[in-house]
């Protein structure tokens, strides 16, 4: 993992606090995670992959939240083995 990053929602925007508590704790009951593919601002070409990890409290008077841990990934091409002729043998 790369870096982490804390997801709530809006504050003062009742709706969206209690949409993302709901989510992040029906996550936690069935003990779920979500990957994700993340663009940070409009426009940007930089996308990265994650992971939306759930946060729940046992207090009842906290909402939940998520954790967003950016994942490393290399992309690599591959060739296949008909460019590798020199390493077989032909009988």
């Known amino acids: ?7 709530i929602a809006e504050p003062g925007n009742t709706k969206a606090v209690q949409a993302v508590s709901a989510l992040s704790r029906a996550m936690k009951e069935m003990n779920k995670v979500a990957i994700l593919r993340c663009v940070w601002r409009q426009g940007q070409a930089n996308v990265v992959i994650g992971v939306l990890t759930p ?23 591959f060739t296949g083995f008909y460019s590798m002729n020199s390493f077989f043998f032909y009988f």
């Open 55 to 77: 946060n729940v409290s046992d207090r009842e008077n906290l909402v939940g939240f998520f954790f967003v841990s950016v994942c490393v990934i290399f992309w690599f091409t």
């Open 1 to 7: 993992m790369k870096d982490v990053y804390v997801f």
